[in-house]
């Protein structure tokens, strides 16, 4: 395949590691853990993976002598800067421990595992994909695992190849399924190890040992650099307001780490909206005071960022997607045999008659949506909700009603433009391809050790990479009740925005400013080579949750 110069220049860069990690290595056992929520039915459910320590890895005097080990890695949900990377590192990882160490891929997601679709990951394979974006090695797939059929099906090709452990990259679903999958397959003592990496654009797999999700970074390189771009064009031309959404499904994260590089005039923030229990109008409202005030002082031009979870967050339309969700869940046979254009007031029929209003106010896109898709893993597809549009429109709506009454005397033209898959597969930024390599490392060292329901782990990134901490934190520690398809599963906890968090706060004193002034900063492309500060600098969120000043 033909190459780009930067490609050439990328696949020689040699990622950099925690010093920890170079070279012989001992695990040490932190204390032991208990999930965040809900311990008594987290244990109950996970008795052989509940409680375990947190390990760290530390440097050693002489390497062990270990033997071969061979490992099957699945890419599972929506792509994310950095795949490739995890892979190498396992890859090199497994490779160094003992070289007749085999990997395996899964292909297209964890359907690889129980279809029996699999390739062995060569030098020359990998050489092809390292430090690329992109899941195009193996692909990825959003298959849920959760039927004891499948992971049996899983243990027969794992015996079959000798595998010794799986590898899981995916988010906080994905990972749920990982910690399932270890707990089954120790229970049934098949010796097949499971561990899992921290993987999604939106950044809501994080905690304390997890500081962040990986191709976060990249993706808000990517977005702040083309709404950077936009808010010189807007300034240029000063003729219209951009609406911008932001992927980032249950989350906003994204969009606020946007906002904080690229300083835009009004920013949605989910969980503010909820917390604040705002309605659609409200939010409408907000917008075009915010417009009026620019267009007072006479710059009709200006710029909003969406998150694209925002529907979800409004408490109103929270209460009837849950609703929504159990009615779906009880009816799922008898909604399946409804035709097509009957299916909307078939869900009418079904409602309380409070949300059954609210369902049929909303503009049809977004009403269907709502009742009518779901992904595997039961979540509303909230990147096909057109929400940039809708509010641009009702914005110019309510505008529109303030100009006969004199109250607004500006000028309101918009664009919109929906940001995500353009951020999902670019090629993975220094801190991205470094931590990506590292946590297959890390990964590679877990499953040496025998350890099972671990998620790898890399701390203290906003230090030089050779000063992160690596080691791994038990699933089950990350785990809480959740109500899912109309029944309470046991599920990772999803990091939300915390309005209380550094990010948010630096945020809040700022907004003011910003919505009133044209005070943008353009970022620009991300940088490959140059100064460390221009070149490995991660993202302001973790910056700022790290008590670092961001002036
Ligand atoms: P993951 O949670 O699997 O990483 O995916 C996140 C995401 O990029 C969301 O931001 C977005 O809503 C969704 O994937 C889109 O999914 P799809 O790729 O299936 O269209």
């Known amino acids: 395949m033909k190459k780009s110069p ?22 040490v056992e932190g204390k032991a853990t208990v999930s965040v929520a809900d311990q008594a039915e987290i244990e109950k459910l996970f008795p052989n993976t509940y409680g375990l320590p947190i390990v760290t890895f530390e440097k050693a005097q002489a390497a062990m002598e270990a033997k071969a080990i061979n490992v099957g890695v699945i890419l599972s949900g929506g792509q994310a800067p950095g ?83 799986v590898v899981i990259i995916g988010g906080d ?51 702040a650099e083309v709404i950077g771009n936009i808010e010189r064009d807007a300034n240029s031309a000063k003729k219209y307001w951009h609406f911008i959404k932001l992927m980032g499904r249950s989350a906003s994260h994204v969009t606020l780490e946007a906002a904080l590089k690229t300083q835009p005039n009004i920013t949605l923030i989910g969980e503010e909206v909820e917390a604040k229990n705002q309605t659609l109008d409200d939010v409408v409202t907000y917008i075009a005071n915010a417009v009026k005030a620019r267009a007072d002082k006479g710059l009709n031009f200006g710029i909003v960022l969406v998150p694209e979870g925002l529907i979800e967050f409004i408490p109103a339309i929270k209460k009837l997607i849950a609703e929504l969700n159990d009615m779906l869940a009880a009816n799922q046979a008898e909604f399946d045999t409804i035709a097509a254009d009957e299916k909307i007031n078939y869900v009418v029929s079904k409602l309380s008659a409070e949300n059954a209003a609210l369902f049929k106010s909303l503009p049809a896109s977004v009403s269907t949506q709502l009742a009518l898709e779901r992904d595997p893993h039961g979540n509303v597809q909230v990147s096909l909700i057109e929400t940039e549009q ?12 303030w100009k006969k009454e004199g109250k607004f005397n500006g000028k309101f033209a918009t664009q919109h433009h929906f940001f995500g898959y353009e951020g999902r597969c670019a090629a993975p930024s ?40 690596a080691g791994g934190i038990p699933i089950t520690a990350m785990m809480n009740m959740e109500k899912r398809n109309g029944k309470m599963k046991p599920v990772i906890q999803k990091a939300l925005v915390k309005l209380d968090g550094a990010p948010f706060q630096y945020f809040c004193s700022k907004r003011e400013e910003w919505a009133i002034e044209t005070a943008y900063v353009y970022p620009g492309p991300i940088q490959y080579f140059g100064p460390a500060e221009v070149a490995d600098i991660t993202t302001l969120t973790i910056q700022l949750e790290h008590g670092k000043k961001v002036e």
């Open 6 to 27: 930067l490609q050439i220049a990328r696949a020689a860069y040699q990622p950099k590691m925690p010093a920890s990690i170079q070279g012989a290595t001992k695990l």
């Open 83 to 165: 795949g490739h990377n995890v892979i190498s590192g396992i890859y090199d990882g497994i490779k160094s421990i003992n070289k007749n160490s085999k990997l395996y891929g899964f292909l297209g997601g964890p359907s690889g595992l129980v279809d029996h679709k699999y390739m062995e990951i060569t030098d020359e394979i990998m050489d092809e994909y390292r430090n690329t974006g992109g899941f195009d090695i193996i692909g990825s797939g959003r298959t849920k695992l959760e039927e004891t059929e499948q992971f049996d099906k899983g243990i027969e090709i794992c015996k079959q190849l000798n595998i010794n452990a």
């Open 173 to 223: 679903d994905s990972n749920t399924n990982a910690c399932v999958l270890a707990e089954y397959y120790k229970a049934k003592n098949t010796g097949i190890q499971v561990i899992g990496c921290p993987k999604t654009i939106d950044g809501d797999l994080k905690n304390e040992m997890i500081e962040t999700s990986f191709g976060f970074d990249t993706a808000t390189k990517v977005y």
């Open 390 to 401: 809708l509010l641009a429109e009702m914005v110019a709506k309510k505008l529109a009603a």
């Open 430 to 469: 220094n801190f991205d391809a470094d931590y990506c390599y590292s946590l297959g490392r890390v990964a590679a060292l877990l499953i040496s050790s025998g350890k099972t329901g671990y998620m790898s782990s890399v701390r203290n990134t906003t230090e030089p990479a050779d000063k992160w901490l």
